[in-house]
């Protein structure tokens, strides 16, 4: 559909060109499609007049005004000139100046009306605009109506842009991309008319209904393009494990009483793993929620069915930390546990590969290492990769390729809302561990300013005595050239050993070596170390019970989604722990921010809030989260719109899986283009 259109080359609309052309790419706008769905970030509204004398300060404004006298062009300096008119209306008089405009004089002609719009300014009764737009007024043509305002780049103006925008849309080539029915039951507008009215609305009622139907046909193709891999792609048949009550026997031979949520979600898995469909399952649970129990449940039934399981995760630390856990729960059963990571001693390594490949190991924890192309498996029944955002949907899926249809777990302690995970995990079905373990104390949270740093020293002299560790984390590795305010692990290294002279103050971050890393984790486990300072390094899965300190250097510069990360290293024993962040000044973010940490320990609600404080057009933190790139659409003010297309699409696909059915074939083509460019 888009490709029909895509056959018009956009270096030949009007006004193109080669060199705009190249200016157009750097917007991303390579084709027809990529053109028309440049959609507006903004609008000025020019549809209403306002006489001068009511102009108000700072607004933008548009006025209809004869021009009284001629351009005063006058030279102030090199690369500067200053041009002033002065304009009038029935109501009253107004001052316009702008600079550098050496032409104005050709364009701007005594006695004659213009209408011009910026912004503008009353001070002491007198009227002014700087640099506004202007447009001779013609007989009949009344205001400007409502302009588009893009996103642009350097030598592309608004009005280069809206004059190809207008060219464009008046090759009418742009053919409706949903069926019939769908317009109709659900009250959309037609595409090319729409498209029109996003870029030059005739009014605000035609600009609504413009945005809806666009809004609603970008999240509906995104939602019917998940289900629809869903369908087509990951039903696949293997990897079915024995039927019985196998996991009861690990469950009463574990530490602690699992929470109900867990209990639920062990019983989805487990029923997912008992089924000829192999399992494509998100696990979703707030960091210390017990999700590595559920995994270690999942690799014990597997196992026990004949079957190799595979524990991916993103660093070597935690690997070993996994191995740990695995080991203890489960080598009273006789499995064959290893871990694989890139840095090993190769006889030691190839001897795993070996033994992977003949089956005698049952578990293999690893890093990206597992993903290798030499790395073979006899039997592998079970993927479970941990801390999924760390990976990408690729790596997920080499793993994958190494069985024959294994079952897979991916597991995600960036809890999301329900409606937002049918959209970036629309492919998988999803559990939830919605509770944390009973014997927890809540964290404390407070913030500090660097002024008050020696009572919080204090305070955590007095932890540390009691035989309790503290975590530092910092967000920066080295002393930057600059003095930017931030500090890094080598500062705070010195500072705390200066201030805490009597303890033991050690640092790691991703720069070190793999050993050195792995050491220091050891030695801060095994308490021969009372302070660690780190870089978010620690961020990911690591347990250390005694620890029950987190100091946040520069707390600021941390998203909220990482703070709550940060802060779930410690609360893990028994003992109450503190999560201390430090900042130097607060503007009204940092405190909006600081609060919500501070009142607040449910990982749902705060990443409901970081998406929000970030809006999801920041580009970074959407990209953190996973959450595909939309045009139009905003996943947080959009959520009733999203509820809308996600029944909608639901019902289609369950009806018609895989889209064959004539009335839905024009969502087939939009999906499967989709999934060939976008996914
Ligand atoms: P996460 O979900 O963040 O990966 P973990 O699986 O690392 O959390 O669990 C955190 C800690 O809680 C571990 O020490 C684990 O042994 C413990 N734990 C897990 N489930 C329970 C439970 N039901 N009761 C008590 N402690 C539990
Ligand atoms: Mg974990």
Same mark, same amino acid.
Request: proline share 0%.
């Given at each position: 559909m888009n490709n029909e259109i895509n056959k018009? $080359?956009?270096? %030949?609309?009007?006004?193109?060109g080669e060199k705009r052309l190249t200016l157009l790419n750097k917007l991303g706008i390579y084709n027809f499609s990529d053109l028309i769905e440049y959609y507006p970030r903004d609008y000025e509204d020019r549809s209403v007049v306002t006489k001068i004398s009511n102009i108000i300060s700072g607004q933008n404004t548009l006025i209809k005004a004869k021009v009284l006298t001629p351009v005063n062009n006058r030279y102030i300096r090199k690369n500067l000139t200053i041009q002033t008119v002065i304009v009038k209306d029935e109501t009253g008089e107004c001052e316009i100046t702008w600079f $550098?405009?050496? %032409?104005?004089p050709k364009f701007l002609k005594m006695g004659y009306e213009y209408y011009f719009y910026g912004k503008a300014d009353v001070r002491y009764g007198r009227r002014s605009m700087k640099s506004p737009q202007y447009e001779i007024y013609k007989e009949g043509k009344e205001g400007g109506g409502i302009l588009p305002i893009y996103k642009l780049t350097k030598n592309l103006s608004q009005n280069i842009l809206r004059n190809i925008m207008k060219n464009a849309l008046e090759i009418p080539a742009i053919p409706e991309n949903l069926p019939e029915y769908i317009i109709e039951n659900n009250k959309l507008g037609n595409r090319y008319n729409c498209i029109k009215e996003i870029h030059f609305p005739r009014n605000f009622n035609f600009l609504d209904k413009a945005r809806y139907r666009l809004i609603f046909e970008e999240l509906f193709f995104m939602q019917c393009a998940l289900l629809y891999m869903k369908n087509t792609n990951n039903i696949s048949y293997g990897s079915k494990c024995i039927k019985?009550?196998?996991i009861d026997e690990i469950i009463q031979n574990l530490p602690f009483k699992l929470t109900n949520a867990q209990i639920k979600v062990i019983k989805e898995i487990e029923k997912d793993m008992e089924s000829d469909i192999s399992m494509n399952r998100l696990l979703q649970g707030d960091?210390?929620?017990?999700k590595t129990i559920v995994s270690i449940i999942a690799a014990y039934k597997a196992v026990k069915s004949g079957f190799q399981a595979a524990i991916m995760v993103p660093t070597a630390i935690l690997a070993t930390q996994h191995l740990e856990s695995f080991k203890n729960e489960?080598?009273?059963?006789?499995f064959n546990i290893k871990m694989l990571k890139s840095k090993m001693k190769k006889k030691e390594k190839n001897e795993i590969l070996e033994d992977l490949k003949n089956g005698k190991i049952d578990i293999i924890i690893g890093t990206h290492?597992?993903?290798?192309?030499n790395v073979n498996f006899k039997n592998l029944g079970l993927v479970v990769t941990d801390?999924?955002?760390?990976?990408?949907v690729n790596q997920r899926e080499k793993i994958v390729s190494k069985g024959n249809n294994p079952n897979m777990i991916v597991m995600s302690a960036t809890p999301i809302p329900r409606t937002l995970a049918l959209i970036l995990y629309g492919d998988l079905d999803i559990s939830i561990i919605d509770e944390l373990p009973k014997n927890r104390l809540p964290i404390k949270t407070t913030y500090a300013l660097y002024k008050q740093e020696e009572i919080i020293n204090k305070f955590v002299m007095q932890e540390l005595n009691k035989g309790r560790q503290a975590f530092v984390v910092c967000p920066l590795v080295e002393e930057q050239?600059?003095?930017?305010?931030l500090r890094s692990v080598e500062e705070v290294y010195e500072i705390y050993k200066d201030n805490f002279k009597t303890k033991n103050v050690a640092y790691i971050h991703g720069k070190m070596k793999e050993d050195e890393k792995n050491n220091i984790m050891e030695d801060f486990l095994n308490k021969k170390i009372d302070i660690l300072i780190a870089t978010t390094?620690?961020?990911?899965g690591i347990d250390v019970p005694n620890s029950n300190i987190m100091i946040i250097e520069?707390?600021?510069?941390?998203?909220l989604s990482q703070l709550h990360q940060l802060r779930g290293?410690?609360?893990?024993?028994k003992y109450q722990s503190y999560c201390i962040l430090k900042i130097n000044s607060a503007n009204n973010l940092t405190k909006e921010r600081i609060k919500i940490m501070c009142s607040t320990t449910d990982g749902f609600v705060i990443s409901e809030k970081d998406l929000e404080l970030r809006g999801s057009g920041d580009f970074f933190g959407t990209k953190q989260h996973g959450i595909p790139d939309f045009k139009i659409a905003n996943l947080f003010e959009d959520v009733k719109i999203l509820k809308q297309v996600q029944k909608l699409a639901k019902d289609i696909l369950a009806k018609d899986p895989k889209l064959e059915k004539e009335e839905n074939l024009k969502i087939k083509q939009k999906v499967e283009e989709m999934i060939n460019t976008v996914l």
């Open positions: 018009i $080359n956009i270096k %030949y609309i009007k006004g193109v $550098n405009q050496n %032409y104005l019985d009550n196998s960091v210390g929620s017990g489960l080598e009273k059963y006789n290492a597992l993903i290798e192309e801390e999924q955002h760390r990976f990408g050239e600059e003095d930017n305010g390094v620690i961020e990911v520069n707390a600021e510069r941390f998203g290293r410690v609360g893990r024993g």
